[in-house]
């Protein structure tokens, strides 16, 4: 079966979410963003006469229209979210590097943690997360 895209547009009316797809032709609110969505997704599925609207393969597509004025400001905030939850992961993947790299020329992991800014603790529990994967992996190919 093809999904069908179904696009619901959200628009802030100063004390609710009003909800619209265009096809079909359905409206809803809710008070609050989460509830206008659910509100939408349960309007669609009785609609299509579904309980679950994975079922039919319809993809509900959320088109939030902010406020006035505000859009700009909440898109620079999410794609610097987005920038560092990216420079998060390059970091904690830095980090587990050069602690392996300083645990393997013998210093202890409270040096290691000194030197990384984090503590021994840390540079355990990156050390036994790294062991893990490495028996998950192994024993994977294993089989």
Avoid: C
């Amino acid at each position: 079966m093809t999904e069908r895209r179904n696009v619901a547009t959200y628009r802030w009316d100063g004390r609710a979410w009003i909800v619209q797809f265009r096809d079909p032709d359905i409206a809803t609110f809710g008070r609050t963003l989460a509830a206008a969505k659910r509100h939408a997704r349960s309007a669609l599925a009785v609609y299509l006469e579904v309980s679950d609207l994975d079922d039919p393969g319809a993809d509900v597509v959320d088109d939030v229209r902010l406020p006035a004025g505000v859009a700009d400001d909440v898109r620079a905030v999410v794609d610097r979210r987005a920038k560092v939850e990216a420079l998060r992961a390059e970091v904690a993947e830095a980090t587990k590097r050069a602690a392996a790299d300083l645990r393997a020329a013998g210093l202890s992991t409270r040096d290691v943690g000194e030197i990384l800014g984090v503590s021994g603790a840390r540079v355990a529990q990156i050390e036994r997360a790294a062991r893990d994967s490495d028996g998950r992996e192994a024993q994977r190919f294993d089989t």
